[in-house]
T-cell receptor
Framework: DSGVTQTPKHLITATGQRVTLRCSPR?????VYWYQQSLDQGLQFLIQ???????AKGNILERFSAQQFPDLHSELNLSSLELGDSALYFC???????????FGPGTRLTVL | GQNIDQPTEMTATEGAIVQINCTYQ??????LFWYQQHAGEAPTFLSY????GLEEKGRFSSFLSRSKGYSYLLLKELQMKDSASYLC??????????????FGTGTQLKVEL
């Protein structure tokens, strides 16, 4: 158990819908990261927040957005969902902006 | 951008030693990480190299050569539970790149009796 929590564990929804994934970092960690893992793409970096501010951005779609709240938990919002968005979404956290990242158990999103 | 190559699959025998290679081409480099991932589970951190040389951590060691864009993960005294995917990840060295990691597609290791 890494200490990073993610909810929900599983999510099944329909195309065109919007969902919110939630992440609580390890106690004391300031940075939160979001990754997408699909069978054909591997683990892809989406976005990083550090102490509430956006720090780095990957190939995150415009339909996706994220934020980190004052209590340091983070949410990833996915809208206008498509079949291809079906994937495992991992949140990770690290103490500062440069340490090793610890991953949560993931949210498995299925878009039907 | 980053380009990371790892073998797709490897098979080894319980009790043996296996070396998993990773080569990378990057526009900036600020460290290399190895993670272990069992199917359907979260990646777990194994090791970190930022300077050339060998880092040892119990049964796991990782080596880095920055001039060659090359790293390997060495697993000793293999156990059945080591059957997993091993992910090589490079941290972006570009200013303002934060702690962004680019992952390879992973090497699926199968440990047999």
């Amino acid at each position: 158990d890494s200490g990073v929590t993610q909810t929900p564990k599983h999510l099944i929804t329909a195309t065109g819908q919007r969902v919110t994934l939630r992440c609580s970092p390890r106690s004391g960690d300031l940075s939160v990261y979001w990754y997408q893992q699909s069978l054909d793409q591997g683990l892809q970096f989406l976005i990083q927040y550090y102490n509430g501010e956006e720090r780095a951005k990957g190939n995150i779609l415009e339909r996706f957005s994220a934020q980190q709240f004052p209590d340091l938990h983070s949410e990833l919002n996915l809208s206008s969902l498509e079949l291809g968005d079906s994937a495992l979404y991992f949140c990770a956290s690290s103490l500062e902006d440069y340490n090793e990242q610890f991953f949560g158990p993931g949210t498995r999103l299925t878009v039907l | 951008g980053q380009n990371i190559d790892q073998p797709t699959e490897m098979t080894a025998t319980e009790g043996a030693i296996v070396q998993i290679n990773c080569t990378y081409q990057t526009s900036g480099f600020n460290g290399l990480f190895w993670y272990q991932q069992h199917a359907g589970e979260a990646p777990t951190f194994l090791s970190y190299n930022v300077l050339d040389g060998l880092e040892e951590k119990g049964r796991f060691s990782s080596f880095l050569s920055r001039s060659k864009g090359y790293s390997y993960l060495l697993l000793k005294e293999l156990q059945m539970k080591d059957s997993a995917s091993y992910l090589c990840a490079v941290r972006d060295g570009i200013t303002g790149g934060g702690n962004k990691l680019t992952f390879g597609t992973g090497t699926q290791l199968k440990v047999e009796l």
